[in-house]
């Protein structure tokens, strides 16, 4: 009986330690080819090279099957009780290279405050959860297992405390852990680590840290360029938290951090959320905050699942009668909107759709002259022929290849006349028979041909006014000097003497 009683008290320990757990799955694993060069795995009858310098700890799998081992300079490797090297095992005909090496890369530290570093099994981290409950707490057992290289940088790192460390299957006292740092072991699993002190908890804290405000700093030097803008005015930042998120924030002091008060708050919010159907649009974290200066928190961050449209806002002031507590605070952000459209944007698209209109507008004036309201637009506007620059002597000359279909024999070389309402420009040509440069135009037939016809019957009645001039027959001289305007041939006779025949 006794002994099943010990049994369900260290299942009832197993299971909330298990709740409370930070894992560290290592990086590339041994057994993954993004561990080794060209992606290529040591074969039995490979030779495994490590880099020169190898700055960190690399736990060896249990079973081994390589050709031999080339070690760095500097560097360290774990091996466990029960692992197993086997060195010229039999050749793998699926298994072969030609140069008989395989080349590990080099291995790259993770910080310890970087919260990408650490995974919790389980639950699942949400976008708005704070950044310092991502890494591990104070009283929180720590995990590190796997065959990747074990590198952890402490940077900004004063105080290493939490609960348990397990590393590689064995568990690691506070004493033992002061003592592995301070070693040449110690300095490759662990950087920047001369003035850390260690300190482990087992359940005495309100909260994730013992002191969370003096950790912000070191933890969203990590994270900072990581966060995203938030799409709201007056964004809010929960305790804890390095970003600003788009959402309410409610938080109660409490003297008692206890998990019965926290679950008795977290279903009192849930029951109002699945009254209201909104547990697919609302999400919610309650946790407990605590702080030696301004005291322990039961904070509760409420925001939108997606696209925040202020429905969380909107759910808090509907039941603000249920959080008028005594030293409650509620924070809330703004309207959202779109932090990429800034002011100049919008001054450009406006101008942009003004610039379009005008130039329509111009396009149909130019080519609707008879509409009573585009009528009123200037007509140098939107006829580039009438464009002139007087103060620098220049003129804009029309494109002579139009020049056919105006009306220049109709209006005269006149603007009245024309129905387009310009100046005549003739088209110049040149004549190789005369030798002469003219003028030359195309009478459209499309325009009036009114001014046309009345010039030529003014021609016509003047010709007709003109006397006729009576002639007489041509003298005899110049009949003599026509005929003898005759070919001429030219023979030749004889070598001596040359002969014209006329």
């Known amino acids: 009986m006794c002994l099943h009683w010990r049994w369900l008290i260290w299942a009832l320990v197993w299971l909330q330690v298990a709740l409370a757990t930070k894992w560290y799955g290592g990086g590339m694993d041994f057994n993954d080819p993004s561990a080794w060069l060209d992606d290529h795995l040591p074969c039995a009858q490979d030779l495994v090279v490590f880099p ?40 793998q005909p699926s298994c072969e290279s030609e140069e008989k090496k395989a080349y590990l890369k080099p291995p790259k530290s993770s910080k310890w405050f970087d919260p990408g570093t650490w995974t919790d099994k389980s639950k699942k981290f949400s976008t708005f959860t704070p950044e310092l409950e991502r890494i591990p707490c104070d009283d929180e057992q720590v995990i590190i297992k796997g065959h990747g290289p074990l590198s952890f940088d402490l940077e900004n790192v004063q105080y290493l405390r939490l ?79 390095c970003c600003l998120i788009c959402g309410a924030i409610l938080s109660t002091p409490t003297s008692h951090c206890t998990e019965g008060t926290r679950k008795e708050f977290v279903a009192q919010i849930s029951n109002l959320i699945s009254q209201e159907s909104l547990k ?160 030359r135009a195309f009478d459209n037939p499309m325009f009036e041909q009114r001014g046309a016809l009345e010039e030529a019957a003014k021609e016509s009645q003047e010709q007709e006014e003109i006397p006729k001039m009576e002639t007489g027959d041509l003298d005899a001289t110049s009949v003599v000097d026509e005929q003898e305007l005759t070919e001429i041939n030219l023979e030749v006779c004889g070598v001596d003497t040359d002969e014209e025949t006329i």
């Open 280 to 439: 697919d649009q609302i999400g919610l974290h309650v946790d407990f905050v605590g702080s030696q200066q301004f005291g322990n928190f039961l904070q509760a961050v409420i925001t939108d699942r997606h696209k925040y449209s202020e429905r969380s806002l909107e759910f808090l002031q509907q039941n603000e009668h249920n959080w008028n507590k005594t030293g409650t605070t509620l924070k809330v952000s703004g309207r959202p909107y779109n932090p990429n459209v800034s002011f100049s944007s919008i001054v450009l698209i406006l101008f942009c759709m003004a610039l379009v209109g005008l130039v329509s507008v111009v396009i149909l004036a130019h080519f609707m002259p008879e509409n009573p309201y585009l009528n009123r637009i200037p007509q140098w506007i939107h006829d580039p022929r009438r464009w002139r620059w007087r103060h620098l002597g220049l003129r804009l000359r029309r494109n002579l290849l139009f020049n056919r279909f105006d009306n220049v024999g109709a209006g005269g070389g006149s603007s009245e006349g024309g129905a387009s309402g310009v100046d005549r420009l003739g088209i110049m040509a040149y004549d190789p028979e005369s030798g002469e440069v003219r003028e």
């Open 163 to 241: 609960g348990q460390l397990i590393l590689a299957g064995s568990s690691i006292s506070k004493t033992y852990l002061e003592q592995l740092i301070s070693r040449d072991l110690g300095q490759f699993l662990f950087y920047n680590a001369e003035y850390v002190q260690v300190e482990y908890y087992r359940g005495e804290l309100c909260g994730c840290h013992k002191d969370f405000e003096r950790l912000l700093e070191p933890v969203c030097h990590n994270v900072q360029e990581q966060c995203e803008t938030p799409h709201c005015l007056s964004p809010v930042r929960p305790l804890g938290s």
């Open 52 to 91: 020169e310098y190898y700055p960190a700890l690399l736990p060896l799998p249990e079973d081994i099957s390589i050709d031999g081992l080339v070690f760095p300079r500097e560097g360290a490797i774990l091996l466990a009780e029960e692992s197993t090297i086997t060195f010229g095992s039999d050749k």
